[in-house]
């Protein structure tokens, strides 16, 4: 079975502050990983993707990921945060197909960036 | 075509009609899931279809619920009666293959239902 825990439901940041979404996975398969944003009143975007090549991952607007087997963990992070990437941020993993399709979606991370 | 397609990106119904909401996926998607979102909270799992196969409807929340796809094609998501409990976002996505490694989803705008 596969299923991802986000570890918090919302995390707050300071503008030009560094940002860290975190994300665990569990799965019986090597899994693919990614993360999804989705703006206010927007549909979801995908920010980047692990597919078991390189481990650390390089997303749109700046954002990476490092995929860590050891810790079955797939951070998100960004060096300096900006105003526009307050959204909402979902994690999800894929795999064998199973129920839900292959697609088990985080229950997403808010974040909120002040100036 | 270039994204998933949905409508009506709109619906206001009144309590107790039936609704049906239409995605047309990436042209030669096998893969077709619909999502409910509630304001404020994540995506929660309704059907998914795959090709041929029969589809997972284990997120369906009641029998009032029901949905359709034609072959790889277009998929209708139909409420009947509905509920003021059914207002949600409906997203549906799409992708391209079944199964293993690689596989992202992509999203339509969605169909935000209101019922009063």
């Known amino acids: 079975a596969q299923s991802v825990t986000q570890l918090d439901s919302h995390v707050s940041v300071s503008e030009g502050t560094p940002v860290l979404l975190r994300c665990n996975y569990s799965s019986s398969y090597s899994p693919s990983l990614f993360w999804y944003v989705q703006h206010p009143n927007k549909g979801l975007q995908l920010l980047l993707k692990?597919?078991?090549?390189?481990?650390l991952v390089k997303g749109i607007n700046g954002f990476e990921a490092e995929f860590k087997k050891s810790e079955t963990s797939f951070h998100l992070t960004k060096p300096s945060a900006h105003m526009s990437d307050a959204a909402e941020y979902f994690c999800v993993v894929s795999g064998v197909a199973g129920s839900q399709g292959n697609l088990i979606f985080g229950k997403g991370t808010k974040l909120s960036v002040k100036p | 075509g270039a994204g998933v397609s949905q409508s009506p990106s709109n619906k206001v119904t009144e309590k107790g009609k039936d609704v049906e909401l239409r995605c047309d996926p990436i042209?030669?998607?096998?893969?077709l899931y619909w999502y409910r979102q509630r304001l404020g909270q994540g995506l929660e799992f309704l059907i998914y279809f795959q090709g041929n196969s029969a589809p997972d409807k284990s997120g369906l929340p009641s029998d009032r619920f029901s949905a359709e796809r034609t072959g790889e094609s277009v998929s209708t998501l139909t409420i009947q009666r509905t509920q003021q409990e059914d207002s949600a976002v409906y997203l549906c996505?799409?992708?391209?293959?079944?199964?293993?490694?690689?596989?992202?989803?992509?999203f339509g705008q969605g169909t935000r239902l209101t019922v009063v």
């Open positions: 042209s030669g998607h096998t893969a």
């Open positions: 996505a799409s992708s391209s293959f079944w199964g293993g490694l690689g596989t992202e989803a992509f």
């Open positions: 692990y597919t078991s090549a390189a481990t």
